[in-house]
């Protein structure tokens, strides 16, 4: 997939709002064209409740209460199957959730393999390397629930990454991390994507994401 397009694209919830903030001054809501290419980065930098994280869903197809089109090379979201909503999550989107979803009874890895076994895409090394990287090896056996929000966090951002991708959405990737794992989960999110000639979609508070090259919106 090379674009994502929105096509006056509005929250269902901010219906009777066009002419009010956060519509009226939004980079995004209500515009006739907005394309996310890949190979690109972008922040979407918002405040709570300006709607970033319906932004995420509304892509991933997690939610469709929105008006307006949301297009794929073209063609409608709203128009897809449930085997090609399927097929692009496998293979063309990837997503973290802000609440992160893991399964708090399972451990790290086994939370991470839930997503691999799906994909096949990593092999236990590379898994075991990012794990690694991101400081949270020694974790790998415990259970979810047991960690931190930070370590869980990374953990998360791990099992996102174990599939290709064209696009990938992160709604506030670093939220509960200090800078220096901030800066570790940025470059590893910035290599993969690099190395998949993908695009990053990233929700931002503040702009707390350190990340280069990236094209800056607002919601």
């Not at 980079?27 to 190979?39: C, D, N």
């Not at 197809?61 to 449930?82: H, K, N, P, T, V």
């Not at 399964?103 to 939370?111: A, G, I, K, Q, R």
């Not at 839930?114 to 790998?140: C, P, Q, V, Y």
Request: charged share 30%; glycine share 6%.
């Amino acid at each position: 997939m090379e674009n994502i397009e929105l096509k006056r694209v509005l929250p269902q919830v901010f219906r009777g709002s066009e002419k009010e903030a956060p519509v009226k001054d939004s980079e995004l809501w209500l515009r006739e064209s907005v394309v996310f290419s890949r190979g690109h980065n972008y922040i979407i930098e918002a405040e709570s409740g300006t709607g970033k994280s319906s932004l995420c869903a509304f892509i991933y197809g997690s939610r469709r209460d929105y008006e307006g089109r949301i297009l794929f090379d073209g063609q409608d979201a709203a128009a897809l199957s449930i085997d090609r909503w399927c097929e692009l999550r496998r293979r063309s989107l990837a997503y973290l959730p802000q609440e992160m979803r893991l399964f708090p009874e399972l451990t790290v890895m086994e939370n991470v393999m839930i997503k691999n076994r799906l994909t096949d895409f990593r092999s236990g090394d590379e898994i075991r390397r990012m794990l690694s990287r991101l400081e949270i090896e020694g974790k790998a056996g415990e259970r979810a629930g047991r960690l931190s929000v930070g370590q869980q966090q990374r953990a998360a951002i791990i099992r996102a990454l174990c599939q290709p991708f064209d696009f990938i959405l992160i709604d506030e990737p670093v939220s509960h991390l200090d800078a220096r794992n901030n800066q570790a989960v940025a470059s590893l999110i910035a290599e993969e994507a690099g190395r998949q000639g993908a695009a990053v979609i990233a929700t931002s508070v503040g702009n707390k994401i350190r990340l280069e090259e990236f094209e800056l919106m607002r919601l």
